[in-house]
């Protein structure tokens, strides 16, 4: 399945609601026909909100994971198939973007405290809290990307856990397993920081 070559078919609202039947019985084949009838014009959306070709086909391909994972959650009553993969890949891609600025921001922050460092009486302090900040930040960057979102959306933008399923379209079940599976991995990555804090 290659987005670039892919050529859009002929809009077909049945065909493809009966493919996403297909796809809730786990057939890997509809999800491919699927793929190939929709992700050219779902991949020129990306882009156009995202404007990185590289983040748009990451888009594209969570996009297809959450269609294969949760088909179940279409409601052909409320869209169409169509409609319904739009309206994901621009949730997914606006997510995106604001990740980006969560990244920015505290990359600025972090950039701001370097230059206070060397003029502030408390210089070793402040070296410390910021080698520990950048450790944290890195092995967030480590986390899968499901995993690190929940963190980033409760801890950047403090939503509670049901606000995040509502905000990413997941199960409550799946953001507290993400959550847990997320803070066990920083817990044992960050155990030596720990240990000098306690």
């Given at each position: 399945?290659?987005?670039?070559?892919?050529?859009?078919?002929?809009?077909?609202?049945?065909?493809?609601?009966?493919?996403?039947r297909?796809?809730?019985?786990?057939?890997?084949?509809?999800?491919?026909?699927?793929?190939?009838?929709?992700?050219?014009?779902?991949?020129?959306?990306a882009?156009?909100?995202?404007?990185?070709?590289?983040?748009?086909?990451?888009?594209l391909?969570?996009?297809?994971?959450?269609v294969?994972?949760?088909?179940?959650?279409?409601?052909?009553?409320?869209?169409?198939?169509?409609?319904?993969?739009?309206?994901?890949?621009r949730?997914?891609?606006?997510?995106?973007?604001?990740?980006r600025?969560?990244?920015?921001?505290?990359?600025?922050a972090?950039?701001?405290?370097d230059?206070?460092?060397?003029t502030?009486?408390?210089?070793p302090?402040?070296?410390?809290?910021?080698?520990?900040?950048?450790?944290?930040?890195?092995?967030l960057e480590?986390?899968?990307p499901?995993?690190?979102q929940v963190?980033?959306?409760?801890?950047?933008?403090?939503?509670?856990?049901?606000?995040?399923?509502?905000?990413?379209?997941?199960?409550?079940?799946?953001?507290?397993?993400?959550?847990?599976?997320?803070?066990?991995?920083?817990?044992?990555a960050?155990?030596p920081?720990?240990?000098?804090?306690?």
């Open positions: 399945m290659n987005p670039i070559t892919s050529q859009p078919s002929v809009p077909d609202p049945l065909h493809d609601a009966m493919l996403l297909q796809i809730g019985e786990k057939r890997p084949e509809a999800l491919s026909e699927l793929y190939d009838r929709q992700a050219p014009m779902l991949l020129a959306l882009r156009r909100i995202l404007d990185s070709p590289a983040d748009a086909e990451e888009v391909q969570e996009v297809f994971l959450h294969w994972n949760q088909s179940v959650r279409y409601d052909p009553a409320r869209s169409s198939v169509s409609t319904w993969l739009v309206l994901l890949t949730s997914r891609a606006i997510d995106r973007l604001r990740h600025g969560v990244v920015d921001r505290v990359h600025e972090a950039h701001q405290e230059l206070s460092a060397d502030s009486p408390e210089g302090e402040n070296v410390l809290t910021r080698e520990r900040r950048e450790r944290v930040r890195r092995e480590q986390l899968p499901e995993q690190r963190l980033e959306l409760a801890f950047y933008q403090g939503l509670s856990q049901s606000e995040i399923s509502a905000q990413a379209d997941l199960p409550l079940g799946t953001v507290k397993t993400r959550t847990l599976l997320a803070m066990k991995k920083l817990r044992n960050l155990r920081e720990i240990r000098q804090l306690l």
